[in-house]
């Protein structure tokens, strides 16, 4: 393992004030004080008490800031250099154990700004970059610098987007970026509302709380005690959060009905039927409808014109999860890939996946206007005062389930600005360039095999890696066994060698399979081919041969 350098004495680079990209900083500056020498601060005098706002703590602040940014901007170089390992895998207890120069424990006494540099550097060196062009595992990833600049100003204003009262500029940036998603899913401008919520699984509880105080407002009052028996529906395919959202609010993950799905991972429409008149047999009464606009694992979307028609039939609210899919919106060419989304009652969309935008951001967009207000409001009379001199209305905090709120709007408002709507469309017609391209090349392979053979709708690609042991082998339950085994161990190989990473898992009938998806616009072809490669080698690198039951 490589020693970490300990920044009592800093880097030779530091120490020239040079920047991290190889040219003398020219805004180096020098005074008259001793912890200066050559430009560059000696923290190891410097406490974080010696920092604004105390007196005269201007110039170790700009020191100290500066010095972080060289630390980011050095991660942020690496995090697009192809040679850089995507992660300098460390077991959990090597890493809770302490390593050199790296330490978990929290002292009692204050610890120096050197030691605190030396933390910020270790927890980005031993942490995953997932911008990387590299990372394939997660369907968030990527590494936006507007983004990031968004980010940081986000946290230097620390506010609370609750109030216009307090968050003026982001209030209003919030509801521009709003109208402009509702715009593009197709809702009238008079029929709609939202708001930005923590995560994909939130915004989708937010969609089933809704759906229920619409036919139900009593509840809100009442409790469940005072509404009957309900049932909800998503498909076999759906993320786990809507079954996660009916136990939070009461209604029991017995009542939510698994759709049926076709081999493709689509939900069948007339299984769909078939279960709501089920469930009215059962004595329970159906009032939502959740379909998949991009499933997490084979990237399917729901027929939504016909599942609005079901919906439509039996009057029930038909919500769509586009958590990973809305981002097709912003392409002219993909965006056919939703039609009937204007349909929708309801609308989860998450531009921290497909558009790349910085950790979190998510919206729940509704086609009942005042709603999320009725559903969820308090009157909190410390915040949301009725005789404020401005327009109360946009007093938004009372529409959520929160008190604080992240702003996650202008991070999404400054990246939209830098690169407008075609600069996402080219961003989003990218990865799914890179997804064929996938696919294509797989196809061409006798070590590989397809999980389905149709071409991509979005950019997951789902995949085995045959071994050569395998090849030969009849299909059966002794090829599965031992075919379920080799995704672990290629993936552990790949973690410890830090050169990439991609997903697996199972899914119904299908043992063990890689699940890549392509999100980064950083990534290119050659990535892609790089992956392939990669996956071949790593069980015959000269660090020994990975086996299972035997051997590759």
Not at 12 to 30: L, P, T, V, Y
Not at 161 to 185: A, C, D
Not at 493 to 508: F, R
């Amino acid at each position: 393992m490589e020693k970490v350098k300990s920044d009592k004495h800093l880097t030779k680079e530091n120490n020239k004030a040079e920047s991290i990209w190889g040219e003398k900083r020219q805004d180096a500056i020098c005074i008259e004080n001793d912890c200066v020498v050559n430009g560059t601060k000696n923290f190891s005098t410097i406490y974080s008490t010696d920092l604004l706002p105390t007196k005269n703590g201007e110039e170790p602040t700009k020191h100290f800031l500066l010095e972080v940014v060289n630390i980011l901007l050095n991660y942020v170089k690496k995090s697009f250099d192809r040679s850089s390992k995507v992660l300098d895998f460390h077991y959990p207890h090597q890493l809770k154990e302490g390593l050199e120069g790296f330490s978990l424990d929290l002292p009692d006494q204050p610890e120096n700004l050197e030691q605190v540099l030396v933390d910020c550097r270790d927890t980005l060196k031993y942490g995953v970059k997932t911008g990387h062009p590299r990372f394939f595992n997660q369907l968030s990833s990527g590494l936006d610098i507007i983004g990031l600049a968004g980010e940081w100003l986000t946290s230097a204003a620390n506010t609370n987007i609750f109030t216009f009262e307090i968050s003026p500029v982001f209030i209003l940036m919030e509801e521009v970026l709003l109208k402009k998603m509702q715009e593009k899913i197709g809702w009238p401008a008079e029929e709609r509302d939202g708001i930005f919520s923590p995560g994909g699984s939130i915004s989708n509880l937010y969609s089933v709380l809704l759906a229920r105080y619409h036919f139900f407002p009593e509840v809100k009052t009442k409790g469940m005690a005072a509404v009957p028996r309900l049932a909800l529906f998503t498909s076999e395919h759906s993320h786990y959060s809507i079954r996660k959202a009916a136990a939070v609010l009461g209604i029991g993950t017995e009542n939510v009905f698994m759709v049926k799905c076709d081999e493709r991972g689509k939900m069948i429409p007339s299984e769909l039927e078939f279960s709501i008149l089920k469930a009215k047999v059962m004595g329970s009464v159906p009032f939502y409808v959740n379909a998949t606009a991009g499933t997490t694992v084979y990237g399917a979307f729901d027929p939504l014109s016909e599942i609005a028609d079901v919906c439509e039939k039996h009057n029930l609210w038909m919500h769509v999860d586009a958590s990973w899919g809305g981002g097709l919106l912003m392409s002219k060419k993909h965006s056919v890939k939703l039609k009937g989304i204007e349909r929708a009652t309801s609308v989860t969309w998450n531009p921290h996946k497909m558009m790349g935008i910085p950790l979190q951001c998510s919206a729940i967009l509704v086609r009942k206007k005042g709603l999320l207000q009725s559903c969820n409001q308090l009157c909190a009379e410390y915040l949301f005062q009725p005789d404020k001199h401005y327009d109360v209305s946009y007093d938004t905090g009372d529409k959520t389930i929160q008190c604080g709120r992240h702003v996650d709007a202008f991070k999404f408002w400054l990246m939209w600005k830098a690169k407008g709507t075609e600069g996402f469309e080219a961003q989003i017609n990218k990865c799914l360039q890179n997804a064929q391209h996938f696919y294509n090349e797989l196809k061409k392979r006798d070590d590989f095999e397809l999980v389905y053979k149709s071409e991509p709708e979005h950019s997951n690609v789902c995949f085995w890696y045959i071994p050569p042991s395998l090849k030969q082998s009849p299909h059966g339950v002794e090829r599965n066994m031992k075919l379920h085994e080799v995704a672990p161990k290629i993936k552990a190989k790949m973690m410890e060698e830090g050169t990439t990473m991609v997903g697996y898992q199972p899914l119904g009938e299908n043992v063990n399979f890689f699940r890549c998806v392509f999100s980064n616009p950083a990534t290119n072809k050659s990535d892609v081919d790089f992956l392939i490669e990669e996956i071949e080698v790593l069980p015959f690198t000269s660090k020994g041969t990975v086996s299972f039951n035997g051997q590759f």
